[in-house]
């Protein structure tokens, strides 16, 4: 008998890649690998995943604790480029597709698998970034989409699950879509699909909320070259300091993000997002960046942030254009280094103390006190000569009649 070709899938435990299993064998005479990676989504034990996959059906399960992976790899050059697509959304899902896309490919190398699987729709950013993902990291491989391509839908899914009775609950009726993991948590459809509709608490599990808060909680955070690296003076990893967050951020109902977002795919869509460590965290980071980025590289680095956020949420993790973004943001964090002291409470994280000895700010030069070092003659000459092409053009404005109108009438 021919060797059956095999296939990865990107498994998540749930029901519809755990029907994956079975329906994408029965629909391409394939073996299914399954892969789960942790990224922090909480939840189940990744050996139960492991030992489901094999009971759907898989000829192999791998598992992978990707966690520090994640929040070193991933998570820090977003938190380094203050990574918020639309100013707003810190690219949570955007941020683990590439990840997982990375241990699939991984898996396809080490089992000899030729196609790529994933459980996505046809509709969402997701399917774009796990495709994009494989093939730049492995042009040769191919990929289906069982949900898009091969007609599983939900009703499918519960059918097929009964009938072959897998290990897996199909009564459960999620009325959300929901994505999530130690950079935050993605909640779309539903009753949320309606934009007047205000999110319900139900929504939210990150977050406390932020309406009734307990008391304020002072944090200070500490960061190396634009990594965090301690918490309170207490050192720990990035994975810890962004759990630590969560929890003290979250009590506070910080992070919580109501948004119409452009997909990627040409959709607008209503969004909720509720991320406290990620939101506290960049807006540390973004303060500690005030104090010790000159000021060009700072409102040009704004601009490289931007466009940094929409290539990661486009898919495009591993591009060339996003590598080379990576190269000039890494470089801009050589002095980013400091404490930035916040008070967390009812729904905000504010700054209210930086310290650095790569700061940039002068007191001397800053202060109104007397004896301070900034010569304020100077300023006289520079401002008649930083004006003086304003100056010019609005002299030939009076002389065309377009001067500014002062709704004077004429003098
Ligand atoms: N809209 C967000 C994004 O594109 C979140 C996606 C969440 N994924 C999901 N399968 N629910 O990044």
Redesign the pocket.
């Known amino acids: 008998m021919a060797k059956k070709d095999r296939i990865v899938l990107a498994y998540s435990g749930g029901l519809d890649t755990s029907v994956a299993i079975g329906w994408i064998g029965e629909q391409t005479g394939a073996e299914v690998i399954a892969v789960a990676v942790d990224v922090g989504q909480g939840g189940e034990d990744l050996e139960v995943i492991r030992q489901r996959a094999l009971d759907c059906g898989a000829v192999e399960a791998y598992v992978a604790d990707a966690r520090d992976e994640f929040a070193n790899e991933y998570c820090v050059p977003a938190l380094k480029a203050n990574g918020l697509y639309q100013n707003a ?1 810190p ?4 941020l683990s597709r590439p990840l997982i896309a990375k241990h699939l490919v991984r898996a396809a190398r080490q089992f000899g698998a030729t196609t790529m699987a994933h459980g ?1 729709t046809g509709k ?3 399917q774009v970034r796990f495709e994009v993902s494989f093939t730049s990291m492995a042009p040769d491989l191919t990929c289906i989409a069982p949900v898009r391509d091969l007609a599983l839908t939900r009703d499918v899914a519960i059918d097929y699950a009964n009938k072959h009775k897998l290990p897996i609950e199909t009564t459960k009726n999620n009325p959300f ?3 999530q993991n130690v950079w935050g948590r ?1 909640i ?1 459809t539903g009753f949320l699909e309606d934009l007047w509709n205000a999110p319900t608490k139900d929504v939210y599990s990150y977050t406390d909320d932020p309406t009734y808060p307990p008391l304020p909680d002072e944090v200070t955070i500490t960061f190396d070259q634009g990594v965090p690296v301690a918490v309170d003076g207490r050192k720990l990893s990035v994975l810890e300091i962004i759990q630590e967050l969560n929890q003290r951020a979250g009590a506070q109902g910080i992070g919580r993000i109501d948004m119409v ?1 452009d ?1 990627l795919v040409g959709i607008k ?1 209503r ?1 909720i997002y509720e991320a406290p460590g990620a939101m506290t965290l960049i807006a540390a980071h973004k303060e500690l960046e005030n104090v010790t980025l000159e000021r060009e590289q700072a409102r040009f680095k704004h601009r490289v942030d931007t466009r940094w956020a929409e290539l990661v ?1 486009d898919a495009q993790w591993f591009s060339p254009l996003k590598n080379s973004l990576d190269a000039f943001i890494e470089d801009t964090q050589r002095y980013v280094s400091g404490d930035i002291r916040m008070t967390l409470h009812g729904g905000r994280a504010t700054v209210t103390g930086r310290k650095s000895d790569t700061s940039l700010y002068d007191f001397n030069l800053a202060t109104y006190e007397t004896g301070d070092t900034f010569d304020q003659s100077h300023s006289r000459g520079f401002i008649e000569i930083y004006g003086l092409t304003a100056k010019l053009a609005a002299a030939r404005d009076v002389r065309f009649g377009n001067g500014v109108d002062f709704g004077v009438g004429d003098l």
């Open positions: 959304y690219l949570v899902s955007a996505c969402g950013n997701d879509s929901i994505d993605a779309e977002e997909r869509s969004e949420y």
